[in-house]
């Protein structure tokens, strides 16, 4: 493909719920203009094609059989491709807890296979954004695969080691808010920049608002590894659904969270509620998926089987509410979240040109990162009259 030119005519879900019909300018890797649907075009698109912004995963343990915390670097160039197939462009490379020194030793595996993909020059796939670790400093009650001689207590020397070992490419971390020092922890995180999420928890409502307070902007996998959300004494996840400040992050393939509490959350979050998948490959002998989702050998959920085109089909049918309107919580407001939404997450001028092509019965076409199709070049084709943007 060449640095400049026209893609369309197609639909357009521009990211902030609206569709309309369109071509789209790219020029050296930035979306330059948008386009009246009449035109010449350099690359076409089947008929009934739907132009989205690429898709980002806040949450992810790996893709295919190839883990963050066991293939480290190894796993991002696998995880680059696999998100690319799902029409995602973005993906967050997600560190559980293990042994302190494994864990900074994935980070910095990671930020330095991440770099090397930058330095490599045309993306092969979905770009990593950055690292997230769902621990150490969670609650022992609500660890769930999380093992427990393996949490530790939260200590500013701790937090500046993860920020180190990851060389500027930690954007997130998931704690437990009442765990003793968290809340020191999470101004010291705030000031570096780093997204504190709430997460493996047993905070109630009020200690939610006072985590919301301290700077927690987001709550990790909605419903899983938290209290029930009860009517008479309310977890901390009611907290965060109140809060205009925050966003949901929801595991949406129906198992973790039932269809009509999708439903529920996100007629209360709307553009609030970000999807996430927290994709565990069922890698060695101790995961296997079942029932929908990925467990350990004791029968524990530790992820899920689900892919974001999926999420993003399934938020359509849970909710019933059409594709430009799903696509939002799979595309800005995951953006938003991680303070990248000057650059990604909407179809406009001046952003980045991380696109997603779907088919009329949203299913992913291809795949345009930075301008460059890295996944189904075959479904942009080149119409017999062409024109340079």
Not at 25 to 44: F, H, K, M, Q, Y
Not at 366 to 373: C, E, K, Q, S
Request: with cysteine; glycine share 10%; net charge negative.
């Amino acid at each position: 493909m060449s640095d400049t030119y026209i893609l369309g005519p197609a639909r357009i879900a521009h990211g902030d719920g609206t569709l309309t019909h369109g071509r789209i300018a790219v020029d050296r890797g930035r979306i330059a203009r948008i386009l009246s649907e009449d035109g010449p075009s350099d690359l076409g698109l089947p008929d009934g094609a739907i132009v989205a912004p690429g898709l980002i995963d806040v949450h992810t343990n790996g893709a295919d059989e190839f883990l963050f915390n066991r293939d480290q670097g190894n796993a991002v160039e696998v995880a680059s491709r696999a998100y690319a197939r799902q029409g995602a462009t973005g993906f967050v490379a997600g560190i559980m807890t293990a042994p302190w020194e494994s864990m900074m030793h994935a980070g910095a595996e990671i930020s330095e296979a991440a770099n090397q993909l930058v330095e490599a020059g045309d993306p092969i796939g979905a770009r990593c954004l950055g690292i997230h670790f769902e621990g150490p400093f969670l609650n022992h009650k609500f660890r769930r695969v999380h093992r427990s001689e393996w949490i530790v207590p939260a200590t500013i020397e701790r937090a500046q080691e993860m920020v180190d070992a990851c060389r500027g490419a930690l954007v997130m971390v998931t704690m437990a808010p009442e765990v003793e020092d968290v809340d020191e922890i999470a101004r010291f995180f705030f000031d570096q920049g780093v997204i504190c999420s709430a997460g493996h928890t047993a905070a109630r409502y009020r200690e939610g608002m006072l985590a919301i307070g301290l700077g927690f902007r987001t709550i990790t996998h909605a419903f899983n590894a938290m209290s029930p959300l009860d009517h008479r004494d309310p977890s901390i996840l009611a907290a965060f659904i109140q809060e205009s400040r925050t966003t949901v992050q929801l595991i949406c393939d129906g198992y973790h969270v039932s269809p009509p509490m999708v439903d529920l959350l996100y007629r209360t979050l709307h553009e609030r509620l970000v999807l996430a998948t927290d994709n565990m490959p069922p890698a060695g002998s101790g995961y296997r998926i079942e029932g929908g989702v990925v467990r350990a050998e004791d029968g524990t959920i530790a992820g899920s089987a689900l892919l974001m085109d999926q999420a993003v089909r399934n938020l359509m049918m849970y909710a019933d509410i059409g594709f430009e309107t799903a696509v939002i919580s799979a595309t800005r407001s995951p953006a938003r979240l991680l303070n990248l939404d000057r650059e990604l997450g909407t179809v406009e001028a001046g952003k980045r040109a991380d696109l997603s092509v779907w088919s009329d019965e949203y299913q992913v076409l291809a795949t345009i990162v930075g301008g460059h199709a890295v996944y189904g070049a075959a479904h942009l084709y080149r119409p017999s009259r062409t024109a340079s943007a």
